[in-house]
């Protein structure tokens, strides 16, 4: 293993241990009947965070792409639950750097013409799930889901939110 490779997984577990800091309580809602569409930027921590995430938010279905083609593809292929910008993602659209994985077409775009493109295919009512920070990311991912359950429960959606932490 080179220094690189060492630094890169150094930088993946602290994002991980950042990640569970945001566990602050149990599961308490049943999310298996849905699904979260994620869009981030390294194949290795959206492997491991499909991995993580669905036990602690209640076990949803998680798919994860790390480029703009796989991710359209998947925008149109089917509804989603909940879709959800990875930190990394986020933080590259905030220093207005291209989005690793972004192709000519999207190259430069921030997380509005993200949203617009997830609006487009998946409607204004799926909740849009952002955040720069990792220690954010299962509160906020529980909240979209808690609310997509409040929803079915209500017969149907009340609305886009978009749930960002800047």
């Not at 080179?2 to 566990?23: Q, Y």
């Not at 999310?31 to 492997?47: F, H, K, V, W």
């Not at 991995?51 to 149109?76: Q, Y």
């Not at 750097?97 to 617009?116: C, D, L, N």
């Amino acid at each position: 293993m080179d220094e690189s490779d060492g630094r890169e997984d150094t930088a993946r577990e602290r994002m991980l241990r950042e990640i569970r800091a945001g566990l602050s309580s149990p599961v308490d809602v049943d999310c298996s009947g849905l699904s979260i569409l994620a869009r981030g930027c390294d194949p290795t921590m959206a492997r491991r965070a499909t991995e993580l995430l669905p036990p602690l938010l209640g076990s949803p279905e998680m798919v994860s792409c790390t480029n703009d083609d796989d991710f359209r593809a998947k925008l149109k292929a089917r509804s989603w639950s909940v879709v959800f910008f990875a930190p990394g993602a986020c933080r590259y659209s905030a220093a207005r750097a291209p989005v690793p994985g972004s192709r000519a077409h999207t190259r430069g775009w921030s997380m509005v013409e993200y949203r617009a493109w997830v609006a487009e295919h998946q409607g204004k009512h799926v909740p849009v799930v952002e955040t720069v920070d990792e220690r954010e990311i299962i509160p906020l991912l529980r909240r979209a889901l808690h609310r997509c359950v409040r929803e079915a429960e209500t017969d149907g959606p009340a609305g886009a939110e978009k749930i960002v932490i800047p």
